[in-house]
């Protein structure tokens, strides 16, 4: 923040969530600098999707107002708020080559077929998926699979990345892997991410911030070396200290 000027990336302010009346997110007030990996961490049920899902406009806000890079998106679209999500479930197209599958969102925008084509070319490299580009979803592992899917986020340059929990359905080893690669794609690419996970030990490592949140609240948040040498409360405490 040189100079007093503030760079931030996403804004939540006083952001509440009820469905069929129950609220299920109390008003959540958080900023995210440009640029940070940011983790949200907390049990199942805490409300880290609905939060990461109102940040891609895929879910409504019931209060409060969305900021992504100093605009109100409160009332956009997902495809209007210059975010790009990668989900548990891969959800890639079975009838389409890996390396349609990367480029689908850009011919959607009606990109021009070179600028796809060059695009693909550098993601695919990126994630060293290059030499399976005309390999159908079915043939590839669940490493391969979940690359390509972040390479379907990569390919249309958001300024923000969202993340739930892109990790949950690969084997041990292979999270390991990946999270290496998550890591390693921050530091190039730069973008801001936010990234949801269950597991304390992905947060640890990834996050320059994490958020830890409890039945729709943040307990804490902060960096891993504050919330896990200076704990808010028992709480976090033992969520954090104790891993699974
Ligand atoms: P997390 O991702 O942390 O596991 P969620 O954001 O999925 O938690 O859920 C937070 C709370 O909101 C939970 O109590 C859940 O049951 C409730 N919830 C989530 N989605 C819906 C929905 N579509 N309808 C009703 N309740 C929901
Ligand atoms: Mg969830």
């Known amino acids: 923040m040189a100079n007093g ?61 969305i900021a992504i890079k100093g605009r109100d998106v409160t009332d956009l679209d997902p495809s209007e708020r210059g975010i790009a999500m990668v989900f548990q479930s891969y959800a890639l197209y079975p009838h389409m080559s890996v390396s349609e599958n990367l480029g689908f969102g850009l011919k959607m925008t009606r990109t021009d077929p070179a600028e796809i084509a ?3 070319a550098q993601v695919s490299a990126i994630l060293k998926i ?33 993340f739930d929990e892109p990790l949950s359905n690969l084997d041990a080893e292979l999270r390991v892997s990946m999270r290496i690669e998550i890591a390693r794609l921050h530091r190039e690419l730069g973008n801001t991410m936010v990234y949801v996970t269950h597991d304390q030990t992905e947060a640890m490592t990834l996050a320059d911030q994490i958020v830890v949140l409890r039945d729709g609240r943040i307990e804490q948040a902060g960096s891993p070396r504050d919330v896990y040498e200076d704990p808010a409360n ?8 104790s891993p699974r």
């Open 130 to 162: 290059d030499h399976l580009l005309e390999r159908r979803p079915g043939q590839l592992s669940g490493g391969q699979r979940q690359r390509v899917a972040i390479g379907r986020a990569i390919v249309r340059k958001p300024d923000v990345f969202l």
């Open 118 to 120: 060059r695009r693909v």
């Open 5 to 65: 000027i503030s760079n931030k990336s996403v804004v939540l302010s006083d952001i509440r969530k009820s469905y069929g009346g129950l609220e299920v997110i109390h008003g959540i007030d958080l900023t995210i600098e440009e640029g940070d990996f940011v983790v949200f961490v907390g049990p199942s049920g805490c409300g880290k999707s609905t939060l990461l899902r109102m940040i891609a406009g895929l879910e409504e806000v019931t209060e409060g107002e």
């Open 234 to 241: 028992m709480f976090v405490a033992g969520f954090i200290g």
